[in-house]
């Protein structure tokens, strides 16, 4: 059996994983035929020879299978076994804690033929309840006038969202949470929302960044530091699609660029929302509105606008 876990809340993603696993060690005295496997660190041929011989000389296995979707060929190679994988008794979980590019075949093999659930953000009530639960938990109380502040604060980022609910209830013990512990505590990260910017526009989402953008100003956020995160993220998916094109892999991107695995990972599915000439074509862009801002031909507001309506 096959169970295909992905989505770019890699928080609940996480839990989900760790309850699977965790269900598995309660049923067994050892957890030896509990493994967690890189598909960059192996040949596919080896990791299903193994597979196949233990699959039949020992009790039912847990294989976590990891980071499939960055690597191509243990990719093609695992979409040709996928029925004869799915066939075997042990359990394999396909774990992507990220936005999985829906147009390759094996995503939709996984998602056709196994179990498989998306976790998606989330936003409005769902992520206001998915706090209060969390507070709750540890039988901290948070007025709601706090609860709103905080969520403004931390977003959708659950991971960050946690940690910041523990040093609340640290600080507070108990006594109940004000929107003057939040303020005090809990402090707003310009990049956290500035990424969700540069999503909308990796994406080509115009009216989303549009959204994001002017959030960004009417919070007082210096325009010259939005562009710079802009031409960071624009210079990082130029590098990545320079590099994509000629045939390299995941592995072999980080080692020539010298990027951060994570950011090559990010950037990786998003270069392929755009050709190599039209991110040659944006950072050219971006670099003549620098200027021009930087010589007072055209005010920063006005630049960021007319950038995002042109990429």
Not at 8 to 24: F, G, P, T, W
Not at 133 to 141: I, M, P, R, V
Not at 151 to 164: K, P
Request: proline share 2%; glycine share 2%; with cysteine.
């Amino acid at each position: 059996m096959i169970i295909f876990l992905y989505g770019e809340d890699s928080y609940r993603s996480k839990q989900k994983l760790e309850e699977i696993v965790n269900h598995y060690k309660a049923s067994r005295k050892d957890w030896l035929n509990l493994m967690y496997i890189d598909a960059g660190q192996i040949e596919f041929s080896d990791f299903y020879n193994n597979f196949k011989v233990f699959s039949i000389f020992s009790e039912k296995k847990l294989i976590i299978l990891k980071n499939v979707f960055l690597h191509k060929k243990f990719q093609e190679d695992f979409l040709e076994e996928l029925k004869k994988l799915e066939d075997l008794k042990d359990v394999m979980v396909v774990y992507e804690p990220d936005v999985v590019d829906q147009r390759i075949k094996l995503f939709k093999e996984l998602t056709k033929n196994c179990k498989s659930q998306e976790f998606k953000l989330l936003d409005g009530r769902i992520l206001k309840a998915w706090a209060q639960k969390e507070f709750n938990a540890l039988n901290q109380k948070i007025n709601l006038d706090a609860l709103d502040l905080f969520l403004s604060y931390v977003g959708n980022d659950l991971w960050r969202a946690s940690s910041e609910i523990k040093k609340l209830h640290d600080f507070k013990q108990s006594l109940t949470v004000k929107k003057e512990d939040i303020e005090l505590l809990v402090r707003p990260k310009i990049e956290v929302d500035i990424f969700k910017t540069i999503d909308a526009l990796a994406a080509k989402n115009k009216k989303q960044a549009f959204l994001f953008l002017q959030k960004h100003l009417d919070n007082g956020d210096n325009p010259l530091y939005l562009l710079s995160m802009i031409t960071y993220q624009f210079r990082n998916l130029l590098t990545v699609k320079q590099l994509a094109q000629k045939g390299l892999m995941y592995d072999s991107i980080i080692k020539k660029s010298g990027l951060h695995p994570f950011v090559v990972k990010k950037n990786y599915f998003q270069c392929h929302q755009f050709s190599f000439e039209e991110l040659k074509h944006i950072y050219h862009k971006i670099f003549q509105i620098d200027l021009d801002i930087k010589t007072g031909r055209i005010e920063p507001e006005t630049a960021l606008d007319l950038l995002i309506s042109q990429i």
